[in-house]
């Protein structure tokens, strides 16, 4: 069972990077209320800026791993 977890959340998998936007969301969502609450809007803009790339780098990485695997095991190389 643990090595099944392991296999599917393990880092560099695609349940890490779930983990790991659901974890951005959360985060993110946080500290802009908390920053809107003080006034510090722009700060706030910043936050979600941020953390949108990072979610969008975290998936485009682990599509360009998949989609490598993929073409690999297409052209029999694995």
Known sequence: MG????AAFG???P????IVLVMLGVGSWLAEMITSSV???QISAMI??????AAIISVVTVA???????FNFTQGKL
């Not at 979600?48 to 790339?53: A, E, P």
């Not at 360009?64 to 993929?70: A, H």
């Open 64 to 70: 360009w791993k998949l989609l490598s695997l993929f």
């Open 48 to 53: 979600r800026t941020g953390s949108l790339i």
């Open 3 to 6: 090595a099944a977890a392991v």
């Open 39 to 41: 006034g510090k809007g």
């Open 11 to 13: 880092p560099s998998s």
């Open 15 to 18: 349940g890490f990077v779930i």
